[in-house]
């Protein structure tokens, strides 16, 4: 597939971008694992001490195809949410917000980054490439609508 990583910049997003975020999250993450987050528990993070909301959006149309939710305390930062509409993956659009955010950590002079996502999320590989290595499990984590349920793995990468 044709990578669309120069036609998409990544900026800070705000409460105001509620509606495409949530846009994005319901197509990337569905119902299906039990991944999602609600639209008011991203409104009740968002102005949490330091939380910040990336987007990234083609640069022609505005249109926001994927976002990152992270937050950092003292010297260690935490990706909550990273989600990109399924129409744009395999495009380098999830590798430019994990890629931000591991510059903005480096920039905020944090040591460590951690993230937890569902273990078979094809995500992991990403995030291992990107220097992440398995350090916990979450056994039963995420809680699917049809009662399935499966492990969070925890992810961290040594700055």
Known sequence: MATIEQDVRIE???????????????????????????????????PMGGVSLMLATESGSGATVGFSLFRTVAAESELLLLAVNPGHHRRGVGSRLLEDFLERARKEGVARVHLEVRDGNPAVSMYTTAGFSPVGRRRNYYHAQNGKRFDAITLAHEL
């Open 12 to 46: 800070l997003g705000s409460s105001e971008d509620l509606d495409a975020v949530m846009k994005v999250m319901d197509s990337a993450f569905g119902r299906r694992f039990g991944e999602a987050w609600t639209r008011s528990q991203l409104a009740g993070t968002l």
